[in-house]
């Protein structure tokens, strides 16, 4: 899943790396480390089907089912995710256009079936949560390294799980990219063996709310390392406000997937 969340949040890598690339990692700048996260390899033609659990401050849920399609062309990535569950929103779709270019702005529209209309989401409304979850709409793609300046945190090297990972904080260098993204700065922690960000955390851009992404369940998949759970968590003065839990299923890789399904003249149609 190259995505989310974490655009999303999204975040995701090669698992080639070997003894001695590990021992010259060592020296690597803050920038070449997310560089590096940036070009693993994340594996082509994916398909997945991913559960979103949205839980309220009460512990009320709510589930979303979404069958989720990723294809490379070139260095850039297109993916499409169709909502199949529950009925109120069964059709909706999101197709992302995520360009490898820093100086390229990423491409997302958003179908609604309610009113069969497909909106361009403007860079002014990536900000806005992605579908009621945790993740806005800037978490759904690649951040451009451009935009940011990366140092070490002052805690540079910790443990998550047992594995060493870096402390990476990143700053956007413009008012206008923090508006954009909405958050004040971020800090990223990456497994030093395989350049994985393993853990987010997100300052959002008036710092009232503090955002927790944990990507865990790392498992290889016809050789890519993929995150089979990632949790979120927002929170406010420490106390959890809500919390979006996504879990991907039936993961695979090399599948035949045409261009022309990624064509905003197919959005209505959905998976037919």
């Not at 690597?28 to 401050?57: F, H, S």
Request: aromatic share 12%.
């Amino acid at each position: 899943m190259k995505t989310m969340i974490v655009s999303l949040f999204i975040i995701f890598i090669s698992s080639q790396f070997i003894l001695p690339q590990y021992v010259q990692a060592a020296d690597l700048t803050a920038y070449e480390i997310m560089q590096k996260v940036k070009d693993r390899d994340d594996g082509d033609n994916q398909t997945d089907e991913m559960e979103m659990v949205l839980i309220d401050k009460s512990g009320d849920k709510r589930i979303r089912k979404i069958n989720v399609f990723t294809k490379d062309q070139g260095k850039d990535s297109f993916r499409l995710m169709v909502f199949t569950y529950p009925e109120n929103i069964k059709d909706t779709v999101f197709l992302t256009y995520d360009y490898y270019s820093d100086n390229k702005d990423d491409d997302q529209w958003l179908y609604l079936p309610a009113l069969h209309k497909t909106k361009q989401i403007a860079s002014t409304n990536k900000s806005g949560s992605f579908m009621g979850s945790d993740l806005n709409y800037s978490d759904m793609t690649n951040i451009n390294l451009i935009d940011y300046d990366f140092t070490f945190y002052k805690t540079k090297e910790m443990k998550v799980r047992d594995n060493q990972v870096w402390v990476i904080e990143a700053v956007p260098k413009s008012k206008e990219i923090i508006d954009e993204t909405g958050y004040a700065k971020s800090l990223f922690l990456v497994r030093q063996d395989i350049f994985y960000m393993v853990r987010v955390v997100r300052w959002e851009k008036n710092e009232e709310y503090i955002k927790y992404i944990d990507i865990n369940n790392l498992e290889q998949i016809s050789g890519i390392w993929v995150g089979k759970k990632i949790y979120v968590t927002r929170k406010r003065n420490n106390e959890t406000v809500h919390e979006t839990l996504l879990t991907l299923k039936n993961i695979k890789f090399n599948q035949d997937l045409n261009m022309d399904m990624f064509s905003t003249h197919r959005l209505g149609k959905g998976l037919k």
